[in-house]
């Protein structure tokens, strides 16, 4: 069996974006196949996930479970297929450190907008090709940050991640399911 494809989701202390960006991909991402993990770039140590981005992730049928928060760290970005942040500010942050990892990162909404035009034969590819054609993504490409706002913002913010990640989430498990047939 191949490796398993490695999505890591990045917010700035990974208690509210990247945690909920973590239980979506998790739960609709095909778990023979892929792994999901989240951190912070300034992310702290050892915290539950926000108490309102926990109300939303339940709003939308899932629990954050036994979830704790740590920073980013060298071994997550070089062990990632595919890291998904939350605004081009975390994919920027990333890049100063590991400017390797240039073609496999992308905002969350960047990406969910390339992975529906691009084509591709496997999520390798997928990744692959969304670099190659980065400049097609258009519009405000950020999930702001919803820490200390009031409740609609939250729900904003969950609605967002959630039809971005099922976006994503339907285009790569159809590659391996395609790739598999193949």
């Given at each position: 069996m191949a490796p398993r494809f490695a999505v890591l989701a990045v917010c700035t202390?990974?208690?509210?974006?990247?945690?909920?960006?973590?239980?979506?991909?998790?739960?609709?991402?095909?778990?023979?196949y892929f792994e999901v993990a989240s951190a912070g770039v300034r992310g702290w140590v050892d915290k539950p996930m926000d108490a309102m981005a926990a109300m939303e992730l339940m709003r939308l049928g899932l629990t954050p479970g036994a979830f704790r928060s740590h920073p980013i760290d060298d071994y997550f970005v070089d062990s990632a297929s595919l890291i998904l942040t939350a605004t081009t500010g975390h994919r920027s942050e990333?890049?100063?450190?590991?400017?390797?990892?240039?073609?496999?990162?992308?905002?969350?909404?960047?990406?969910a907008q390339l992975a529906e035009a691009v084509e591709a034969d496997d999520p390798v590819s997928l990744v692959a090709?969304?670099?190659?054609?980065?400049?097609?993504?258009?519009?405000?490409?950020?999930?702001?940050?919803p820490?200390?706002?009031k409740p609609a913002v939250y729900r904003t913010v969950a609605d967002q991640i959630n039809e971005a990640c099922l976006t994503i989430a339907g285009r790569l498990n159809a590659l391996v399911v395609s790739a598999d047939r193949g």
């Open positions: 202390a990974n208690i509210c974006r990247s945690p909920i960006i973590e239980a979506v991909l998790r739960d609709q991402l095909d778990d023979e990333i890049l100063g450190t590991a400017p390797e990892a240039l073609r496999r990162t992308f905002t969350l909404v960047e990406f090709e969304a670099a190659r054609l980065r400049s097609r993504a258009r519009g405000n490409l950020d999930v702001i940050d820490y200390r706002c």
